[in-house]
C-alpha cells in the first residue's frame, strides 16, 4: 500500500473520535437507484446518471457550498480543539515524566522517558478533507441498467449542489484503490432538486487505458485524447423508469487541481471545447466562471 493511502486513511481515522461523538453533517448522503421495473423518486433530491460501453466505475466529490464549508470548518476546529487539549494532558504527563526521572522520585531515576507530545498547530494538523467526507462512487456494480456488450447505466441519488469529477478509479474500503484521478485537472457541474442531471456516456474501452502525450514532459499520465464524455446519439432511446423528472445534459466547468489522496496514477480530463483546455500543466478555464 502507498504512503499517500496510508495517510488518507490515517487522517480519516484522526477525525473519527469527533465524527462518532458529535453525529457530523451529511454532506451527500448518496444512494444507488436499483434496477427495477418501477422506480420512486424523490424530488428533494437530485439524480446523476452516466452511461458506459462497459461496466465502470467513476469517483465525484461535492464542491463545498459556502454552508457546507462552514459546517466542515466547525467540525475540523472541534476536532482541532480536542486533540489540543489531548496534547496539554500529554504534555504535562512528559514534564512530570521527567522531573521524577531526574529527581529520582518515585524510584523512575534513569528511566527511558516516553517521546515528547508534538503540539497539533494548524499547519501539522491532519484532517479528512472534505471531499473524502462528500464523496459519490458509482459503478461498476449497481447498474440501473444493462446493454449488449457491457453496456451499462449507472443512476445515482444526492443531495443537490456542485460535484466534479476525481476520476475514473474504484475506492474499496478495507481492500484498496485501483483506477485514474484527474487531479491535474477536471470538470464540475451542478445537479438540482427534481432533475436528472445526465453526464452522458464514457467510452470506457478506448478511454482507460493510460499512455503519457509526447512532447510534453509537464502533463501527466493521460487517460486518452478523446472526449471523456460523449453526447448520447440522437436514435439512444431514453430509460421509461426515468420520464418522471427531466433529463437535463451535464453544463461542464473547470475545476481546479486536487492532492492524489489515493495514490493512483495521476492524469487529466481531456479538453473540452469552450470549456477546458490546458497549457502545459495551467488549467485553462474557458467559461471564465
Request: proline share 8%; with cysteine.
Amino acid at each position: 500500500m502507498k504512503m499517500t493511502v496510508i495517510a488518507a486513511l490515517a487522517a480519516c481515522a484522526l477525525a473519527l473520535p469527533a465524527l462518532a461523538k458529535d453525529k457530523p453533517p451529511v454532506f451527500v448522503g448518496a444512494a444507488v437507484v436499483k434496477d427495477s421495473p418501477t422506480v420512486a423518486f424523490d424530488k428533494t433530491k437530485a439524480y446523476i446518471m452516466l452511461r458506459s460501453d462497459m461496466p465502470m466505475s467513476l469517483y465525484l466529490m461535492r464542491i463545498p457550498s459556502a454552508e457546507d464549508q462552514a459546517a466542515y470548518d466547525k467540525l475540523r476546529a472541534d476536532a482541532f480543539a480536542k486533540a489540543h487539549d489531548k496534547y496539554v494532558r500529554k504534555q504535562a504527563s512528559y514534564e512530570r515524566a521527567v522531573q521524577d526521572a531526574k529527581s529520582g522520585r518515585n524510584g523512575q531515576a534513569g528511566m527511558v522517558l516516553p517521546d515528547k507530545p508534538v503540539e497539533p498547530t494548524e499547519a501539522n494538523f491532519e484532517f479528512t478533507p472534505f471531499g473524502l467526507m462528500a464523496d459519490v462512487a458509482m459503478g461498476p456494480l449497481n447498474r440501473f441498467a444493462k446493454g449488449d456488450g457491457g453496456a451499462s447505466t449507472y443512476l445515482e441519488a444526492v443531495a443537490p449542489g456542485d460535484y466534479r469529477v476525481y476520476g475514473p478509479l474504484m475506492v474499496n474500503p478495507g481492500q484498496g484503490v485501483a483506477g485514474t484521478c484527474f487531479c491535474m485537472g477536471s470538470v464540475g457541474f451542478t445537479a438540482k432538486a427534481g432533475e436528472i442531471v445526465d453526464l452522458g456516456i464514457v467510452r470506457a474501452r478506448e478511454n482507460l487505458p493510460g499512455r503519457r502525450p509526447d512532447g510534453d514532459s509537464s502533463a501527466p499520465m493521460q487517460v486518452s485524447d478523446a472526449a471523456f464524455f460523449s453526447a448520447p446519439s440522437a436514435d439512444m432511446k431514453p430509460d421509461m423508469r426515468v420520464a418522471a423528472l427531466p433529463v437535463v445534459p451535464a453544463d461542464f466547468y473547470a475545476v481546479g487541481k486536487l492532492p492524489n489522496y489515493y495514490g493512483v496514477t495521476i492524469s487529466r480530463m481531456a479538453p473540452i471545447p469552450g470549456v477546458l483546455e490546458y497549457d502545459r500543466d495551467r488549467i485553462v478555464d474557458l467559461r471564465k466562471r
